[in-house]
């Protein structure tokens, strides 16, 4: 079968590749979705209790609002699946994607003599760089294709969960009940997944965002004398909101605006902002005890051992603050969501044991544990540039969150996170649809890679969850960088008191020309 060739192909019809796709739409780029629908992780990895985590304003395109963007109930996973859609849609993007197209390997056949991201003056050279083997419905039959530029859209989540190790006889094969992931759970219906854990003892492992909204399901699933409580296993507890409002103000005045991420250390900073974002470090961590001061207030997080450990901005700095569900304590009141903490667990036949000799009964174990985004990059991309994906710092070394330095004509979107995700990949799109046109060009890579240290740096000085690559506590600067590089102003905003208090949103990155 001879192989097809294209300018630029896009692996992953989620948030990321839809953007991409809408971005780069003059050159035609052909999209590669392993799954009938676009959508990603909204559509593979949710559950019918999942919502956004911010208001709808804050999660949408510079040039498709919401219809109802003032609506302040967060959006339904259905309902941000109807609305890229509907951007698809309107942007007539659906002709570029290729449904029930999994790609399974990819080969490099460009010049590795070339100094791809230092000397030569266009990614799109006129020969192919990428062959990426596709199988479309099950089929045996590979359709090869080549490509000049590849974006590798895939994402954090999904695909491939990630797996605790357990002890020898320990796993969940000596479990006699039923083990699960959250991915397994998500692709149940409603009935299917009522039926799963009403009556049930369901544990619960984790306590991130995936888990609370499973635990609240599993919780009204099982209300009456009948019900059984369904216990979270909380190895390390996370902050959590109940609504974007401290002690009656907005939340967004302590992480969101200009002004506040002036506190904040940034990459690129010189000596003395250095100096005076050391003596300004009593501020960050007042900031952090205020927030924290009315979430113990309003929160019953003593009561049932869940203060986390660390301080609030760590956990906004590595984006794993999470919206409460309404009903999440007031379960817990009733006795259908109970808690272990523990710092080890393994299985035993009858359900989990933990390291205090205890153990929990338990018909069914959802694993709410997250998933592994670069084990999902290592299966297809080739030697040697799948260990270029491991760094000193354990992050995924990307240039603007987007590409590589020694991976050629190859970038990566929806890898490094933000307050808002969506946001992050539209900017990243634009940046790139500009750096194909010729518009400005990449530093070296000696220059990259000491931009991408400096930003890890800054993550890991802020937080101990750094490795999950998260930009929020100086995005504004980040995206600043990024307007600067494409010959934009990076104050985006109409007059200085806005630039200061107000926070950033799509609308503000829209392209004017």
């Not at 230092?118 to 039959?141: D, F, H, I």
């Not at 009456?224 to 902050?239: A, D, F, I, L, Y």
């Not at 694993?367 to 760094?391: C, M, N, W, Y």
């Not at 307050?419 to 900017?427: D, M, T, V, Y």
């Amino acid at each position: 079968m001879a192989i097809i060739r294209s300018k630029i192909g896009i692996i992953g019809a989620g948030i990321s590749g839809i953007a991409a796709a809408k971005q780069l739409a003059k050159y035609e780029p052909m999209v590669f979705e392993a799954t009938d629908c676009i959508g990603g992780v909204w559509k593979h990895c949710s559950y019918r209790s999942t919502k956004l985590q911010t208001p709808r304003c804050d999660y949408e395109f510079s040039d498709f609002l919401w219809t109802e963007r003032d609506n302040t109930n967060y959006p339904t996973y259905q309902e941000i699946l109807d609305y890229l859609y509907s951007y698809a849609q309107h942007f007539d993007v659906l002709k570029f994607v290729n449904f029930n197209s999994k790609v399974v390997e990819i080969k490099f056949v460009g010049d590795r003599e070339m100094n791809y991201f230092g000397g030569y003056g266009s990614l799109l050279t006129g020969n192919p760089v990428w062959e990426v083997a596709v199988r479309t419905n099950q089929s045996e039959t590979l359709q090869w294709y080549a490509f000049e530029f590849l974006l590798m859209c895939t994402g954090k989540y999904g695909d491939i969960p990630n797996i605790p190790n357990f002890p020898n006889k320990k796993g969940p094969e000596v479990f006699k009940g039923q083990v699960l992931h959250t991915l397994d759970y998500s692709k149940l219906d409603q009935e299917a997944s009522t039926t799963l854990v009403k009556g049930k003892k369901v544990a619960v492992v984790g306590y991130k965002k995936s888990a609370i909204d499973l635990a609240v399901e599993c919780a009204e699933a099982n209300q009456g004398p009948e019900g059984q409580p369904c216990t979270m296993v909380v190895r390390s507890s996370h902050w959590t909101i109940p609504h974007y409002s401290i002690w009656g103000l907005p939340f967004y005045l302590f992480y969101s605006t200009r002004s506040s991420q002036f506190l904040r250390p940034r990459p690129n900073q010189g000596l003395f902002r250095t100096l005076l974002c050391h003596m300004l470090s009593p501020m960050r961590k007042a900031t952090s005890k205020f927030i924290e001061s009315y979430l113990e207030w309003k929160l019953p997080l003593k009561k049932y051992g869940l203060k986390p450990e660390h301080p609030f901005e760590e956990d906004y700095a590595s984006c794993q603050m999470a919206i409460l569900p309404e009903n999440f304590f007031s379960e817990a009141d009733k006795g259908k969501i109970l808690f272990k903490r523990t710092s080890k667990w393994w299985f035993w036949e009858g359900g989990v044991e933990f390291d205090d000799n205890t153990k929990l009964e338990a018909d069914v174990v959802i694993l709410a544990t997250g998933f592994d985004e670069k084990k999902k990059l290592k299966a297809i991309l080739p030697d040697p540039f799948r260990s270029l994906l491991e760094f000193p710092l354990g992050m995924i070394p990307l240039y603007r969150g987007t590409i590589h330095p020694l991976i050629p004509n190859m970038s990566f979107v929806g890898y490094v996170e933000s307050g808002s995700n969506l946001r992050s990949a539209e900017i990243r799109s634009i940046w790139l649809s500009r750096l194909v046109d010729d518009l400005f060009k990449l530093p070296s890579v000696e220059k990259m890679l000491e931009q991408i240290t400096q930003e890890m740096e800054i993550m890991k000085m802020t937080t101990r969850f750094y490795k999950r690559s998260c930009i929020s506590s100086f995005s504004i600067n980040h995206y600043d960088e990024i307007c600067e590089e494409m010959g934009w102003k990076s104050w985006r905003k109409k007059n200085w008191f806005a630039e200061a208090f107000k926070p950033y949103n799509s609308q503000d990155y829209a392209d004017t020309k």
